[in-house]
């Protein structure tokens, strides 16, 4: 089995001085390592019960999607705004500078559906808290919240409370 650290790429000072960012891509595109990385987040999921996997644009909808079938679940896009065509209910969130929006069409979640809420990285934990807080706001029922890699050393995790929290991949 690959080892999937050796599969991301680390670039420094992206987009800005002083982030290292983890690029995806490089694991993305490596057969055994793409497999893996869906065949393990599977595997964490296989006893919950989930109707629907939440994927945040743009890196979560790399994975979500595939999580989503490989689980026999649903699979709802959270978008940027104005990209989603019905009626949306938004949520704000904060920025390092100023603030973001994303969206969710209003009738995407059922009131009780148990939905999973995935991207690739989880940093501050702003993104993540906020979608988690679109899909209650909705009646969904966060069932987990799943990441390929978490940055440890922001402490994403405290912003997303009580929730049930897995990464594949802690730096
Ligand atoms: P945050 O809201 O701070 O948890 O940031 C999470 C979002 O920003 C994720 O959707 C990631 O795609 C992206 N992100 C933040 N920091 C990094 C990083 N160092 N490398 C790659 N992506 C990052």
């Known amino acids: 089995m690959p080892d999937l650290k050796s599969l991301i790429r680390e670039v420094p000072d992206f987009p ?10 490089t694991l993305l595109k490596n057969p055994a390592g793409w497999r893996q990385v869906i065949d393990e987040l599977k595997a964490q999921y ?3 019960p989930i109707d629907l996997v939440v994927g945040i644009e743009a890196r979560g909808f790399f994975f979500a999607p595939a999580i989503a079938y490989a689980l026999g679940a649903g699979f709802v896009p959270v978008r940027k705004p104005g990209k989603l065509p019905a009626a949306t209910e938004s949520v704000e969130y904060a920025l390092e500078y100023g603030t973001d929006r994303l969206e969710v069409h209003k009738d995407a979640i059922t009131p009780g559906a148990r939905v999973l809420v995935l991207d690739d990285v989880l940093a501050t934990g702003g993104t993540a808290s ?5 899909v209650e706001r909705l009646g969904g029922v966060v069932a987990g919240v799943g990441f390929v890699i ?3 050393f922001l402490n994403g995790r405290s912003k997303l409370g009580s929730h049930e929290i897995f990464s594949l991949l802690h730096y």
């Open 16 to 25: 800005k001085p002083g982030i290292n960012f983890y690029d995806i891509t």
């Open 46 to 48: 296989a006893s919950t």
């Open 130 to 134: 906020a979608v988690v807080s679109l």
């Open 150 to 152: 978490e940055l440890d």
